[in-house]
């Protein structure tokens, strides 16, 4: 199992996966780190965990005309935050993906180094995605999972470090305790059952930096079937899907190392 971790790492590591955009200059921006500095917070874990709970408390998960006239621009989505911590305005509408993007523009403009991460779902009629965070943690040596759309950070219930992406898809998912304010745990207590039960299955880290690189796909084959077909996507299978909208996808599975995308049948 060394050597399989191993192997992904280095994969990942070609990939092109490293530190987070950094905003350009933005008085929202440099208010809400503004905000983050007068915290005392140094630590890379503390600031993520002090960011997430901004960016979940001050917006609200919500896809309707609203979140589209916004969806694509961070500033504005950025000051309407900071608005609406402050107690101006109505929350904005945000979604996984528009709230993992906040989050990275705070935390890339605080130097701290980020990648973003889609995980997938073969339990539907199409490949449903949900997008969260990774953070850096130079003390420790190591990537763990912030999710600023359901709040969450992830624990190993049995030695208490903070969890990966890569950990969640492929080791089991009862040794992984999700966790809220550093108090709630347990994924019946925060109702996030639906993560556990439906993704942490298949995994692709940030594709908006792989434009030029192959794009990596990591998959759990006894949670992911690479068979399936998916009506809503004109009955394309996993691998049909990627050709089509990744650049250069190489699958990687439990079973074997740099698998190329084929046919899919």
């Given at each position: 199992m060394g050597r399989f971790w191993a192997v992904l790492v280095s994969c990942l590591c070609l990939a092109?996966?490293?530190?987070?955009?950094t905003s350009p200059p933005?008085?929202?921006?440099?208010?809400?780190v503004g905000l983050v500095k007068s915290r005392g917070l140094s630590a890379p874990v503390q600031c993520a965990d002090f960011?997430?709970?901004f960016v979940h408390r001050n917006s609200v998960h919500l896809i309707d005309d609203e979140y589209y006239t916004y969806a694509h621009d961070t500033p504005?989505?950025?000051?309407?935050?900071?608005?609406?911590?402050?107690g101006r305005g109505e929350p904005p509408h945000l979604d996984c993906y528009t709230r993992s993007r906040a989050m990275e523009a705070i935390l890339g403009a605080?130097?701290?180094e980020t990648r973003a991460v889609d995980v997938y779902s073969d339990d539907f009629d199409h490949p449903a995605s949900h997008s969260f965070l990774e953070v850096y943690d130079p003390g420790a040596r190591a990537w763990h999972v912030q999710d600023p759309d359901y709040n969450l950070h992830y624990l190993d219930s049995a030695g208490g470090a903070q969890l990966s992406a890569l950990e969640l898809v492929f080791r089991p998912l009862d040794r992984a305790l999700p966790c809220r304010d550093g108090s709630v745990r347990g994924w019946e207590k925060l109702g996030v059952e639906l993560l556990r039960d439906h993704y942490f299955e298949l995994l692709v880290?940030?594709?908006?930096?792989?434009?030029?690189a192959k794009t990596v796909i990591l998959v759990n084959l006894s949670?992911?079937?690479?068979?399936?077909?998916?009506?809503?996507?004109e009955n394309a299978t996993l691998p049909q899907f990627a050709e089509r909208f990744y650049n250069r996808p190489v699958i990687i599975t439990?079973?074997?190392f740099g698998s190329a995308v084929s046919g899919g049948g």
């Amino acid at each position: 199992m060394g050597r399989f971790w191993a192997v992904l790492v280095s994969c990942l590591c070609l990939a092109g996966c490293g530190r987070g955009e950094t905003s350009p200059p933005d008085t929202a921006l440099a208010a809400v780190v503004g905000l983050v500095k007068s915290r005392g917070l140094s630590a890379p874990v503390q600031c993520a965990d002090f960011v997430r709970e901004f960016v979940h408390r001050n917006s609200v998960h919500l896809i309707d005309d609203e979140y589209y006239t916004y969806a694509h621009d961070t500033p504005r989505i950025l000051a309407l935050l900071l608005a609406r911590s402050r107690g101006r305005g109505e929350p904005p509408h945000l979604d996984c993906y528009t709230r993992s993007r906040a989050m990275e523009a705070i935390l890339g403009a605080l130097g701290i180094e980020t990648r973003a991460v889609d995980v997938y779902s073969d339990d539907f009629d199409h490949p449903a995605s949900h997008s969260f965070l990774e953070v850096y943690d130079p003390g420790a040596r190591a990537w763990h999972v912030q999710d600023p759309d359901y709040n969450l950070h992830y624990l190993d219930s049995a030695g208490g470090a903070q969890l990966s992406a890569l950990e969640l898809v492929f080791r089991p998912l009862d040794r992984a305790l999700p966790c809220r304010d550093g108090s709630v745990r347990g994924w019946e207590k925060l109702g996030v059952e639906l993560l556990r039960d439906h993704y942490f299955e298949l995994l692709v880290y940030d594709r908006r930096r792989m434009e030029k690189a192959k794009t990596v796909i990591l998959v759990n084959l006894s949670r992911f079937s690479l068979e399936k077909r998916f009506p809503e996507k004109e009955n394309a299978t996993l691998p049909q899907f990627a050709e089509r909208f990744y650049n250069r996808p190489v699958i990687i599975t439990n079973n074997g190392f740099g698998s190329a995308v084929s046919g899919g049948g």
